[in-house]
C-alpha cells in the first residue's frame, strides 16, 4: 500500500561534509518543498554532486541532519537519482526497469506493468529487448530517467543529466524533465549549464566551495544577483 | 611399434568408442565437472563476498588467495592424503583412494582460481554500479546477485579456468586416487602409467582426447567473452 502522506518538503538543518581534511560542503540549510524545479549552480568543485548525494541518502553528512516529512527511507522511499553518466546494468532495457523494481519490493506481476508503463512513456518499447548498454548515450540517459521514474519518486535528483550528451540529445532531456514536473514530480538537479539552468530552473541555489551562497526564484536570479560570487559565475570569471 | 601404428592404434581406440577407454574418460569428466561445480556454489558467493566486504587483514587474504592459484597440484593432493589417511583426522570416513577424495583434491585446487576471479571481477562491477545499486536500495550483501548475474560472462569464464586447471593436472589426484584399475584410473593418471609401461595408443589416445578438451574449453570461453562484450557494448 501506498503511504499517502508526502515526504516533502525536504529539510537539510546546517549539513557539513567532510573530506579529505576540508569541509567539502559546509554548514548548508535549506528546504525543498513539493513541485518545481530547482537547479543546483555553481563551478566544478562547488559541492553540486555532493548535496545530492547526501540529500538522497549515498552520503551521510558529518553534521547537521536531512529531514523528510514522511519516512523515506527503506526498500519503497519515494526518491529516486539518476547520475551523470548513466549506470546500465548488463541485461536488457526492459530488465533494467524490472531490477530496480525488484529491488524496490514491487511483485513480479506488478513489476512488468510498471516495466511495460515505462517504457511506454519514454518512448523506449521499441528498444525493450536490446542490451541496455548497446544504446545510444541519450537513450541510455533516457532509460535512467525511466528506472527512476518508474519507481515513482515525489522527487527525482538529477546529477548533471546532460553533460555527456550532445544538444538534440539534452534538449530531449529537458523536454522530459518538464513533462515530469508538470505530472507533480519535483525535481532537484545540478549543473553546470547555464542555459540550462535558465531553461528549467524555478528556483537556483548557488554553490561556491562547499556553502550556499545565494538561494533564490530562477527570474531573480538571473536578473540581479546579490553576491560577488554569482555575478562573477554568470559573467563566465567564476572557474572554482 | 612405429610412429605411425602407435597413431593409427590411438585413433582406433578414440573412434572405436572401446568401453575401458570410455570409463577413463567417463570418470575424469565426472571428477572433474564434480570438483568445478562445488567449487562455483562456494567460490562465487564468496568471492562476491570478499569484493564487497572491508576487514582488517582484507588484503593478506587477497595475497594468499592468489598465490594458492598457483599452488602445485601435488601439494594439494599430498594435503588431502593426510586428512584422510588412516590416521588422519578424516580417516574414519574411509575415503582415501575414492572418487570422493579425488574431487576433494581438485576442488582445492579449483577454489582459488574461482575465489579470486570472482572477488576482481565482482569488485569492478561494484565500482561501476555502486551508486545506482546502493540508491535502489541494494547495499552490502543484498547486492551479491546483481553483482554475480552482471558479471555471468567474466565468471563462465573463470570456471572454465578452474575447469581447465582441474582436468589437466595429475599430481593431485594421483596421490589420493592411488590410479586403481576400472576405479580411480583417470586420463592423466592413466597417461601416466602407460607412458612408463609402453602401452602408447592408449596414453596417445587419451592426450588427443585432452587436448580436444582443452580447445573445446577456450572455444566456449572465446565464444562467451565474445556474447559478454556484446551485452556490456
Not at chain 1, 513541485?35 to 553528512?61: D, E, F, I, Q, W
Not at chain 1, 533494467?96 to 519490493?105: K, Q, S, T
Not at chain 1, 527525482?156 to 513533462?179: C, K, M, R, V, Y
Request: aromatic share 6%; with cysteine; net charge positive.
Amino acid at each position: 500500500m501506498r503511504d499517502v502522506t508526502s515526504i516533502l518538503p525536504l529539510s537539510l538543518e546546517s549539513i557539513s561534509f567532510l573530506g579529505e581534511g576540508r569541509r567539502l560542503v559546509d554548514a548548508v540549510s535549506l528546504v525543498v518543498p513539493a513541485g518545481g524545479v530547482t537547479v543546483l549552480l555553481g563551478p566544478n568543485g562547488a559541492g553540486k554532486s555532493l548535496m545530492l548525494r547526501l540529500c538522497h541518502g549515498l552520503l551521510t553528512p558529518s553534521e547537521g541532519h536531512v529531514h523528510w516529512a514522511a519516512s523515506a527511507t527503506g526498500r519503497a522511499k519515494r526518491h529516486a537519482m539518476v547520475f551523470q553518466k548513466p549506470i546500465m546494468l548488463r541485461r536488457s532495457v526492459e530488465a533494467n526497469i524490472d531490477h530496480a523494481l525488484a529491488a524496490a519490493g514491487v511483485a513480479r506481476m506488478e513489476r512488468r506493468e510498471r516495466a511495460q508503463a515505462a517504457l511506454r512513456r519514454f518512448g523506449l518499447s521499441e528498444r525493450a529487448r536490446q542490451p541496455a548498454r548497446l544504446l545510444s548515450g541519450g537513450e541510455q540517459q533516457r532509460l535512467a530517467i525511466a528506472r527512476a521514474w518508474s519507481l515513482r519518486p515525489e522527487l527525482l535528483f538529477l546529477d548533471e543529466p546532460t553533460s555527456q550528451l550532445d544538444p538534440a540529445a539534452t534538449w530531449q532531456i529537458e523536454e522530459l524533465l518538464t513533462g515530469l514536473v508538470a505530472e507533480g514530480i519535483t525535481v532537484l538537479m545540478s549543473t553546470h549549464d547555464l542555459g540550462q539552468a535558465k531553461r528549467l530552473a524555478d528556483r537556483v541555489l548557488f554553490l561556491h566551495r562547499g556553502r550556499l551562497v545565494e538561494d533564490s526564484l530562477a527570474a531573480y536570479f538571473f536578473a540581479e544577483p546579490q553576491t560577488i560570487e554569482a555575478r562573477a559565475f554568470l559573467a563566465g570569471e567564476l572557474l572554482w | 611399434m612405429d610412429f605411425a601404428a602407435i597413431f593409427k592404434a590411438a585413433f582406433a581406440l578414440v573412434v572405436g568408442l572401446d568401453p575401458g577407454f570410455l570409463a577413463i574418460v567417463g570418470l575424469s569428466l565426472r571428477v572433474t565437472l564434480t570438483a568445478v561445480l562445488i567449487a562455483g556454489l562456494i567460490g562465487l558467493p564468496l568471492g562476491a563476498a570478499l569484493a564487497l566486504a572491508r576487514f582488517p587483514g582484507r588484503s593478506v587474504v587477497i595475497v594468499c588467495l592468489n598465490a594458492l592459484m598457483g599452488l602445485p597440484p601435488v601439494v594439494a593432493g599430498l594435503f588431502v592424503f593426510l586428512l584422510l589417511s588412516r590416521s588422519g583426522p578424516l580417516g574414519p570416513l574411509g575415503l582415501l583412494f575414492t572418487p570422493t577424495a579425488m574431487i576433494a583434491a581438485q576442488v582445492i585446487l579449483v577454489l582459488p582460481i574461482v575465489i579470486a576471479l570472482t572477488r576482481q571481477t565482482v569488485e569492478d562491477l561494484w565500482s561501476e554500479y555502486r551508486d545506482h545499486l546502493r540508491s535502489v536500495g541494494l547495499e552490502g550483501m543484498r547486492a551479491i546477485p546483481t553483482l554475480l548475474f552482471d558479471g555471468r560472462f567474466a565468471l563462465a569464464t573463470a570456471l572454465l579456468a578452474g575447469f581447465g586447471r582441474a582436468s589437466a593436472e595429475v599430481g593431485a589426484v594421483l596421490i589420493v586416487g592411488g590410479n586403481i584399475a576400472g576405479y580411480t584410473r583417470t586420463m592423466t593418471t592413466t597417461i601416466t602409467l602407460e607412458t612408463s609401461k609402453g602401452d602408447l595408443p592408449l596414453a596417445l589416445g587419451l592426450g588427443l582426447v585432452l587436448i580436444a578438451l582443452t580447445l573445446a574449453i577456450n572455444a566456449v570461453a572465446f565464444g562467451a567473452s565474445r556474447i559478454g562484450a556484446r551485452y556490456a557494448g
